[in-house]
């Protein structure tokens, strides 16, 4: 089965940098997991959950656009052209900044905000972005 990023390219669009989701962000959904295992097994259903939405994110950005899907039953997408995103903001609290994982927010023109949870690496994939970004305006 092939990821949902995968299966929208168009042709000779080329993925620059995919970003997962941390299991640090999971981690309320896995310890709730944990102590309520022993109640009738409610503790699988967090886990499942907690499965369901590391195997569901996704977010990527290729050389014309930036791809982004949650949702497993029901789904939700971003996608944005690269000339439209006006600004990538990183949301990190305590936990964030000390596991390393965040909410990127991209704004584009004449589009919402558009907040992606729980993203591992959240600083790297902005440099990676604005860097292309950036190239891709000089050449």
Do not use: C
Request: aromatic share 16%; glycine share 8%.
């Amino acid at each position: 089965m092939t990821s949902y990023v995968q299966s929208t390219l168009i042709a000779e669009e080329k993925v620059i940098y995919e970003a997962k989701i941390s299991i640090w962000s999971l981690l309320p959904l896995l310890v709730s997991g944990f102590f309520f295992l022993f109640f009738w097994g409610i503790g699988l259903l967090f886990w499942l959950a907690a499965f369901i939405r590391y195997r569901t994110t996704e977010l990527a950005f290729t050389h014309k656009r930036v791809i982004a899907k949650f949702g497993f039953i029901s789904r939700q997408t971003v996608e944005l052209n690269l000339s439209k995103v006006e600004s990538l903001q990183v949301n990190q609290g305590i936990l964030g900044r000390i596991f390393n994982f965040g909410t990127l927010i991209i704004s584009g023109a004449g589009n919402p905000q558009a907040p992606i949870p729980g993203i591992s690496n959240p600083m790297t994939f902005r440099r990676s972005f604005m860097e292309f970004q950036d190239r891709a305006g000089k050449g």
